[in-house]
């Protein structure tokens, strides 16, 4: 009778707990605050913080709202202490600001930004001889006139402006036009060069894909790639110099990429000296066979995962994420470490700070 009692209790929880989901509680943490907003991108008639939650990962335009942080100004970046609290998946869904742990003034190499606005949303305004981006005012330096037609006539267009301690000063329009022709007059198509690194990564998304990480100068961050490039041929373990002709949206998104002029001579970035670390999701992956495990649905891309087999067996059963730090290696890739593991790709980054690239 009482072990009756003991499986009804048992099955009861697991399903209150199958009803409840998980529940993530707010927790304390560092956030990093760029000099200047941007158009949301839920809404591009309010201007929304540019974010990262470490100092090494790439700037987010569509990061979770941050509240209560009123004490912003133009012109300097800033290392919060904020409370995050998350939704049932444990992705970050809030940021509440609790106190500015330091604040830095950009200097006057970097302190020019552009903007593409929506003068239809009325995002940008001019009241008698006072100009406002949403409620910043702000100088118009030049091409003022051309700035009352943008506004009176509701057109799309891309805004040059400076900013030193909290003065916002617009030095240039780059372009403009209406909604039908922008892209086509102001060129959300153009060519660049893009350095393209010898591994990839799991895309983030639920689809379960791999992208190429790439960055305009040696310089930069990694960034991951949201889009296949048309015609270009990838090889692990080869680091590309091409150029591309780039397809970016209003929010200055990449939508499309087509190769334009190969590298011939892509650098050898194989072998220990040149691991990376990359993400891959358990629920996609196979138990290893014969110390290997197949990326993915390629069976042409293998992982040796060596002693660390029966582990990482685990984690893949459990439909973990996966943060790893491996090599290409004579015959696929080299498994190093496990580096992380976690329930959601959210956790997953708040495992390890040596990333230099934002996933």
């Known amino acids: ?6 499986l009804l209790a048992l ?15 707010d927790k304390k943490e560092t956030l990093y605050v760029d000099f200047y907003k941007v158009p949301c991108d839920d809404d591009d008639s309010r201007l929304c913080f540019r974010s990262r939650e470490k100092d090494t990962n790439s700037w987010r335009n569509d990061a979770p709202k941050l509240s209560d942080f009123d004490e912003f100004e133009w012109g300097y ?15 970050a869904s809030r940021y509440r600001f609790l106190r500015v ?26 009241s008698g001889s006072d100009w406002f981006l949403q409620d910043k005012k702000f100088t118009c330096a030049t091409d003022c006139a051309s700035l009352t037609h943008i506004i009176n006539n509701s057109q799309l267009a891309e805004l040059e402006f400076e900013v030193e301690s909290d003065t916002l000063t617009l030095t240039q329009i780059k372009c403009s ?9 102001c060129g959300g198509k153009k ?13 983030g998304n639920a689809d379960g894909e791999l992208c190429y990480l790439y960055r305009l100068n040696s310089s930069d961050d990694w960034e991951l790639l949201p889009v296949e490039i048309e015609g270009f041929e990838h090889q692990w373990g080869k680091e590309y110099e091409i150029e591309v002709r780039e397809t970016r949206s209003d929010a200055n998104r990449i ?7 190969e590298d011939a001579a892509p650098r050898d970035r194989s072998g220990e000296a040149n691991d990376f670390y990359f993400v891959l999701q358990g629920r996609l992956l196979d138990d290893s066979s014969d110390g290997k495990v197949a990326l993915y649905d390629s069976a042409d891309l293998t992982l040796s995962c060596g002693s660390a087999c029966s582990k990482l067996d685990d984690y893949i059963e459990d439909d973990d994420w996966l943060l790893l730090q491996a090599y290409v290696g004579s015959d696929g890739l080299v498994l190093e470490e ?21 996933f």
Not at 11 to 25: K, R
Request: proline share 0%; with cysteine; aromatic share 8%.
């Open 1 to 6: 009778m009482l072990a009756k009692w003991m």
């Open 11 to 25: 099955a009861t929880m697991v399903i209150s707990g199958c009803q409840l989901g998980y529940h993530w509680d």
């Open 77 to 91: 970046r800033y290392t919060l202490e904020v409370e995050t609290s998350f939704n049932n998946s444990g992705n």
């Open 101 to 126: 742990e330091e604040k830095t003034a950009i200097t006057s190499a970097e302190n020019t930004f552009a903007l593409k606005i929506d003068a239809s949303t009325g995002i940008v305004s001019q």
């Open 177 to 185: 036009a209406g909604e039908d022709n922008y892209d086509e007059q």
């Open 191 to 203: 060519d660049a060069t893009w350095k393209v690194a010898h591994f990839l990564s799991d895309c």
């Open 255 to 261: 939508t499309a990429a087509t190769l334009k002029k």
């Open 338 to 358: 496990i580096t992380c593991h976690a329930e959601t790709l959210n956790l997953l980054r708040q495992c390890d700070e040596n990333v230099d690239w934002d």
